[in-house]
């Protein structure tokens, strides 16, 4: 399973109960503890979660923003992906790269 797609839900999933209202504000909660968390690189939570800021983008527009993909990071990101990487995104390492793709492997290898 890629970052771009839904798990199976077997419609007994309490998730899927939740206030529409409430999963928005933790998601919004989400995004913001992720603006302030520069420290969290990208490669660090792909390597660990198998996902990333990119991928929350990605999952907006899915569910039905209508924004180009630019526009959707920099929902995201709090200002330009670009302007974000130059600040807050540091060079990856083998062992981060190494990290990542061992853990898309648990997404079912794609991203």
Do not use: Y
Not at 63 to 73: E, I, N, S, V, Y
Request: net charge negative.
């Amino acid at each position: 399973m890629s970052c771009t797609e839904d798990t199976i839900s077997d419609g007994n999933d309490p998730l899927e109960a939740l206030d529409d209202a409430v999963a928005a504000q933790a998601f919004r909660r989400l995004v913001r503890h992720l603006r302030v968390r520069h420290d969290a690189q990208n490669i660090d939570l792909m390597g660990l979660a198998g996902f990333c800021r990119n991928c929350l983008a990605d999952w907006i527009n899915d569910a039905g923003a209508g924004m180009d993909k630019a526009q959707a990071r920099e929902v995201i990101h709090g200002m330009p992906a670009g302007e974000w990487k130059e600040r807050f995104q540091t060079e990856a390492t083998p062992e981060q790269m190494a990290r990542m793709a061992e853990s898309l492997k648990l997404n079912g290898g794609n991203h």
